[in-house]
């Protein structure tokens, strides 16, 4: 392995969006290190609280006239949108990939295969999205109509982060946007420039002054939105230790959290061992292992764990790991050096505990190669927490009553993955592991861009993401009762 070498031809610099126009910030200068290089890929400066709420004062003055628009003149907006998108894929997914170093390829399936399809699927859903008509059960009438429909809920805060910098933020903010929502955005500060093309996008499609405002920042800029009294609701994606912070800050304000997880990947003793090993491949590596759905600990039972443990070093030997912008890499570097150590931290407390490293653990600057840990107990860092690294523990268990109470043993509950032949003991494992999502002989890195995605426990607050269930959380349901027989009469 070998350190790539990119060159830049000039560093770039992201400002914000505030009320239809791009402006410089007004606070600390934040520098964009290319993970891939090493190198200084560009700058962007924070914004000050007063342009926050600028930002805030913006989205207010813009959301009673777009509610007001026709739906499908909005829709229009968000059609001219994808098409420029479509040609401008190819730009952002290098930004992202110089931005937080996952392969070209794993940012060009950001792009095309999971930004632009849910920035149409939000098209579809709120045109399919249904109110009710309901008739009197409290008085002896069939004249009372009782209707249920769903209003805008009116600024939103939406705070997203580094790893999927651009399907994330689609996940929230089109279905806001089409229920008329004006909304405050905050991507990472460390994707400025992918997430300030794609609000480059939506302004050139026609968005009017307002109806979206991106503000670039850290904390300070996050807690502002946060706390602002004319934001009525907060959507967060990223850690919990994040979310548990925005909800003391948010008080009353509806809030969306999609945060954390330690999802286990369960091969149980008559499971396809070859399926498997693929899974664990891309849960525990695709990005790096920098999802939050990653297969962070592979529960394999002890009949099978010699043949899974083989078969896995072998596949993952085949892993190339080097420049993410070449076609044949496999895995890039680490976003940062903080990850690294956390990486570096849970091995060596694996380790200490009588886990053995059997391929991998080293790595040369943010370059990671794939590692693969045997005899991993549940009493580790890996067990407790989220290693979100490159990384394959292997723990094993010998009964499916095991099984559960290991892979339930966690604050999280995100996302879980059995292999399995058995119909009972996949109905079993369905019913019993405390996961918002469950995939039977599928890996933990499977999304179904139409179905609730989210967690229970301390990975989420009850709300979901893609498909119609997000119009749920970005909406207010209105109650509207109406009696028609008590009209004034011309005879009376």
């Known amino acids: 392995m070998h350190m790539p070498y990119v060159r830049n031809q000039a560093t770039l610099q992201a400002k ?18 290319s993970p891939v290089n090493g190198e200084l890929f560009g700058t962007v400066r924070a914004c000050s609280i007063e342009q926050v709420e600028a930002a805030v004062e913006s989205a207010k003055k813009a959301q009673k006239r777009w509610a007001r628009m026709a739906l499908l003149d909005r829709l229009d907006i968000l059609r001219r949108a994808v098409q420029i998108w479509k040609a401008k894929g190819e730009e952002m997914a290098r930004y992202i990939t110089l931005e937080m170093g996952k392969t070209i390829r794993e940012a060009r399936e950001e792009v095309y295969e999971m930004g632009i399809p849910i920035f149409e699927y939000a098209d579809g859903e709120i045109q399919r999205f249904k109110g009710a008509t309901l008739l009197s059960t409290s008085q002896r009438t069939n004249s009372k109509k009782i209707h249920i429909t769903h209003a805008p809920i009116g600024v939103m805060g939406i705070i997203t982060p580094w790893n999927f910098p651009v399907s994330i933020s689609c996940e929230t903010i089109p279905f806001a946007l089409v229920a008329g929502n004006t909304v405050v955005y905050k991507p990472s500060e460390n994707t400025p420039f992918s997430t300030g093309l794609w609000v480059e996008i939506l302004a050139e499609a026609g968005l009017p002054p307002g109806v979206i405002n991106l503000v670039h920042g850290k904390a300070q800029v996050g807690s502002t939105i946060v706390q602002h009294k004319d934001v009525r609701a907060i959507a967060f994606t990223g850690s919990t230790a994040v979310g548990e912070r925005i909800v003391k800050e948010a008080g009353l304000k509806r809030t969306l959290l999609e945060m954390g997880g330690n999802g286990p990947l369960i091969v149980m003793e008559d499971a396809n061992i070859d399926e498997a090993v693929e899974a664990a491949i ?19 039972h002890e009949s099978v764990q010699d043949e ?4 896995l070093v072998e596949r993952t030997k085949k892993m190339r790991l080097g420049n993410p912008l070449d076609e044949i890499t496999d895995m890039g570097p680490l976003s940062s050096a903080a990850i690294v150590d956390k990486m570096n931290a849970h091995i060596e ?93 599928e890996g933990t890195n499977y999304w179904e861009l139409l179905a609730p995605f989210g967690g229970v426990k301390n990975s989420g607050n009850g709300g979901r993401v893609l498909g119609s269930y997000v119009l749920e959380d970005v909406t207010e349901v209105k109650l509207i009762i109406f009696e028609p027989t008590k009209v004034k009469r011309n005879n009376q």
């Open 16 to 33: 914000s969006y505030i009320n239809g126009q791009w402006v410089e910030g007004e606070g600390e200068i934040i520098e964009i290190i």
């Open 349 to 441: 407390d694996a380790v200490a505990k009588g886990a053995k490293v059997v391929y991998g653990g080293t790595h040369e600057g943010l370059y990671y190669k794939p590692t693969i840990l045997i005899n991993v107990s549940q009493d580790t860092l890996i067990g407790r927490e989220e290693t979100f690294g490159p990384i394959a523990p292997i723990i094993p268990f010998s009964t499916k009553e095991e099984a559960v109470e290991i892979a339930n043993d966690t604050q999280y509950g995100l996302t879980s993955a059995v292999f399995t032949s058995g119909l009972e003991t996949a109905w079993y494992m369905s019913e019993h592991l405390e996961h918002g999502m469950v995939h039977i002989n």
């Open 308 to 311: 899974f443990v083989a078969k």
């Open 282 to 300: 891309s849960g525990c590596f695709y990005n790096a292992g920098q999802v939050c759905t990653a297969s962070e600990r592979i529960l394999v």
